[in-house]
């Protein structure tokens, strides 16, 4: 005897679970760098590296699926292709320039891999993008500090070497007052 209600059995037989794993499995990774994201204040957080995953993922499946390579006129990897441009697209939007520095290039490259790892799980690659998300979290987080501590030691060289660029030219303005 079947308790199953006919809806249920012809929802089972509509639904590709792998797909949706699929996606699941895309926004769970996105969603991990973008706790991360959101926890140190990046513009580019939670919410957004989940909807830039999840959506390389369903552009990816949408490539394979709905176009299958069926003749020379059919290129699965063009969608796959425009997914990179329009992913750098975004993370350019997310890059600001200033007279002394250029900031969001790090949000940038995380939203170019979020978008990578989106892939990765549209094609069955789950090690692979599982793997490049650790990497990445421990990436973010570990080398956040040093990363912090150079640009201090650089801005304390910078502010040397301009004392010094300054102290010669005084003393050249000194010596041409001389003669």
């Known amino acids: 005897m079947n308790l199953s209600p006919?809806?249920?059995?012809?929802?089972?037989?509509?639904?590709?679970?792998?797909?949706?794993?699929?996606?699941?499995?895309?926004?769970?990774?996105?969603?991990?760098?973008?706790?991360?994201?959101?926890l140190n204040g990046h513009p580019a957080g939670l919410r957004t590296n989940i909807l830039i995953s999840t959506s390389s993922c369903l552009f990816t499946i949408l490539s394979i699926k709905a176009f299958p390579l069926t003749g020379s006129s059919?290129?699965?990897?063009?969608?796959a292709a425009q997914i990179v441009t329009g992913v750098g697209f975004l993370g350019a939007g997310a890059v600001i320039q200033t007279k002394k520095?250029?900031?969001g290039l790090t949000t940038?490259?995380?939203?170019?891999?979020?978008?990578a790892?989106?892939?990765?799980?549209?094609t069955d690659l789950y090690t692979l993008g599982i793997m490049t998300t650790i990497m990445t979290t421990g990436i973010l987080v570990l080398l956040g500090p040093l990363?912090?501590?150079?640009?201090?030691?650089?801005?304390?060289?910078q502010q040397r070497h301009e004392q010094l660029y300054r102290r010669i030219l005084e003393q050249e303005r000194e010596k041409q007052k001389e003669t």
């Open 147 to 157: 990363s912090t501590w150079l640009a201090a030691k650089s801005e304390i060289y």
């Open 6 to 38: 006919e809806w249920a059995v012809q929802l089972q037989s509509i639904v590709d679970w792998g797909l949706f794993l699929r996606l699941t499995l895309a926004a769970v990774l996105g969603g991990i760098v973008g706790v991360e994201r959101e």
């Open 101 to 103: 520095a250029i900031h």
């Open 108 to 115: 940038a490259a995380t939203i170019w891999m979020v978008a």
């Open 117 to 122: 790892v989106g892939m990765a799980t549209a």
């Open 74 to 79: 059919q290129d699965t990897a063009r969608v």
